[in-house]
């Protein structure tokens, strides 16, 4: 089976793309430096010929809400009109858990792709993951003042990357859901104290404080604001277990 992998070398893409070649699957890993743009068109046509399966990873350059809003909505246009133009059987798409109940510019951009998804006629399932444990870093960083890291006490459930792909990996070869999908982290705890525990591992000084005025991104969450209400596909690495693994950053 020809599969595309939009985003194919990023950090999800790049797993599974591996995965899927190991189970004997044709995979192009797609991306702007192969001469695959879904921003601007290049390559898709030719890139998109006889396969049955696209997996859209892309990721917007900028988290300004203009600039994202106008990414997902460009590349998901062009995509999804080379799809139907070459007949692609099943799209997949990997959003976030609690879009549509956090107002941030990034989240209201995915909002927008997901319904543009919905509404191209092409077979879907959107798989909803809660934020990465990879990221834990950055969002330290933007919540940072000083030497006082700010994040509002919500429930947060992180989750790894190498628990992320397998899925993405099997949702594309099943049959087309025509819906969503959520995934989530084994653990749930409140957001500051997950990222605390974070900085401590990897020797970061900074002091993590629980404000209930902390914004997300520049958005106001609630206490499940990030996690799934419903019923969810859990993966198996934790923080614990993803610092082992890893260095942490």
Same mark, same amino acid.
């Given at each position: 089976?020809?599969?595309?992998v ?6 999800? &893409?790049?797993?599974?793309v ?16 192969? &001469? ?19 997996? /859209?990873?892309?990721?917007? $350059? ?12 460009t ?9 139907a ?14 879009? #549509? ?8 951009? *995915?909002?927008?792709?997901? *319904? ?6 092409? +077979? ?5 993951a ?6 834990? &870093? ?6 940072a003042?000083a030497?006082?890291?700010?994040? $509002? $006490? ?11 792909? +397998? ?6 070869l099943?049959?087309?859901?025509? &819906? ?5 982290? $084994? ?12 900085? *401590?591992?990897?020797? #970061? ?22 996690? +799934? ?10 923080? /614990? ?9």
């Amino acid at each position: 089976m020809k599969m595309v992998v939009i985003g194919g070398t990023g950090l999800i &893409g790049s797993k599974t793309v591996t995965i899927l070649r190991r189970r004997g699957h044709e995979v192009l890993a797609a991306s702007p430096k192969s &001469g695959i743009n879904t921003l601007t068109g290049e390559g898709l046509k030719d890139a998109l010929t006889g396969a049955q399966v696209v997996i /859209d990873l892309t990721n917007s $350059p900028s988290f300004e809400d203009k600039a994202v809003l106008e990414f997902f909505e460009t590349s998901g246009r062009n995509l999804l009109a080379a799809e139907a133009a070459a007949g692609v059987q099943h799209h997949v798409a990997l959003s976030i858990v609690g879009i #549509d109940r956090s107002d941030n510019g990034y989240f209201r951009a *995915k909002v927008a792709q997901e *319904k543009l998804i919905k509404a191209s006629g092409i +077979p879907y399932t959107i798989i909803r993951a809660t934020q990465f444990l990879e990221f834990l &870093g950055g969002i330290a960083a933007s919540s940072a003042e000083a030497n006082i890291v700010r994040l $509002p $006490p919500v429930l947060f459930q992180p989750m790894a990357a190498d628990d992320i792909a +397998p899925i993405v990996a099997e949702v594309a070869l099943a049959t087309p859901r025509t &819906g969503i999908v959520e995934i989530a982290g $084994p653990e749930r705890a409140p957001f500051n104290e997950i990222v605390a525990r974070y900085l *401590k591992a990897v020797g #970061d000084p900074r002091e993590v404080v629980g404000d209930p005025e902390a914004r997300y991104w520049g958005g106001r969450v609630e206490e499940h604001s990030l996690v +799934p209400l419903g019923e969810a596909r859990l993966g198996r690495i934790g923080l /614990d277990e993803w610092l082992r693994r890893s260095d942490g950053t």
